[in-house]
């Protein structure tokens, strides 16, 4: 029963490519969310997802940042035109609908050099 | 002000001592609280739920306070492997989580 996915687990983009991040939930969770932590910096809401839909995108950037989950697949956080402010750890969570608490995954620390 | 506020620390305490975390939120309709526990900036762990009529686990106890808006974690017998960052998490509604900025525990021998 693995827990959340989430990879890659490093990635390093040049100004201006694009990075895109994926999140396997946990068996039998239906939502996800999204948090961006910069360096010295706490856990900051990016937006919640469940399957097709966006459920609360109020902490994402209004432009470059999109999210989706789709049917099939892992959700995906995808940042168009990186720059240096991106970098940051992207962590993922999902949880059942009944609440009680987020499993985490692991992680994306994306460095834009 | 932020929605969850907690100290930020750091809390440096020896083995074996008690230490006390406190955290408020602003949210009068908030409805789900937790610790999270954040190991050296990698994913954060739950720890444990918090109820009104208060919880514990083993060394841990943490308890709730609507009236207030309170929520604190009590670590009893302090160990080396405690040292960690603690996060104090609210929910106002079903799905998202807000996240205080944590208490940086160092447990010292």
């Known amino acids: 029963n693995a827990g959340v996915m989430q990879n890659p687990r490093h990635l390093v983009r040049r100004r201006g490519q694009e990075a895109r991040l994926r999140c396997s939930p946990m068996?039998?969770?239906?939502?996800v969310y999204w948090y961006r932590q910069l360096p010295e910096e706490g856990l900051k809401f990016m937006v919640y997802l469940q399957k097709e839909n966006i459920i609360d995108e109020s902490g994402m950037p209004k432009e470059r940042f999109s999210a989706e989950f789709p049917k099939e697949g892992p959700s995906i956080l995808r940042i168009q035109q990186v720059v240096r402010g991106d970098s940051a750890a992207y962590f993922c969570?999902?949880?059942?609908?009944?609440?009680?608490?987020?499993?985490f995954g692991s992680g994306t620390r994306l460095t834009v050099v | 002000r932020k929605e969850v506020e907690q100290d930020p620390g750091p809390f440096n305490v020896p083995e074996g001592a008690t230490v006390a975390f406190n955290c408020t939120y602003s949210n009068s309709a908030s409805q789900s609280f937790f610790w999270y526990r954040q190991d050296c900036r990698k994913e954060p762990k739950l720890l444990m739920s918090?109820?009104?009529s208060g919880n514990e686990d083993g060394r841990f106890t943490a308890q709730l306070n609507r009236a207030s808006q309170y929520i604190s974690l009590l670590i009893r017998d302090s160990k080396l492997s405690d040292s960690a960052t603690y996060l104090c998490v609210v929910t106002a509604n079903a799905g998202k989580s807000t996240f205080g900025d944590g208490t940086t525990l160092t447990v010292k021998p």
């Open positions: 918090v109820y009104s």
């Open positions: 068996k039998g969770h239906s939502h």
């Open positions: 969570a999902s949880s059942q609908p009944s609440g009680g608490g987020y499993t």
